[in-house]
């Protein structure tokens, strides 16, 4: 499932920095990049969202924690 998260989100902000950390059908996922760059928190969860859909519709995702972050915000 990690994988297929991190493949996801990769096709949809490319260059971007992404962790995943799964457990069952549940996943916290930290991306970084500068795509988000100008966008409120929830225009860049929106975004990871957008990506993640598909695992979402089809079950295989439930609950979903966002991190999203330009580079200089993540220290």
Do not use: W
């Not at 059908?25 to 928190?41: D, Q």
């Amino acid at each position: 499932m990690k994988d297929q998260i991190v493949a996801a989100v990769a096709a949809g902000i490319p260059g971007a920095r992404i962790d995943a950390a799964v457990e069952g059908n549940r996943a916290e996922i930290t991306v970084v990049s500068e795509t988000f760059a100008g966008m409120s928190r929830v225009q860049k969860q929106q975004a990871v969202y957008a990506c993640i859909q598909r695992l979402i519709a089809d079950g295989s995702l439930h609950a979903v924690t966002i991190r999203a972050l330009v580079p200089a915000d993540d220290t």
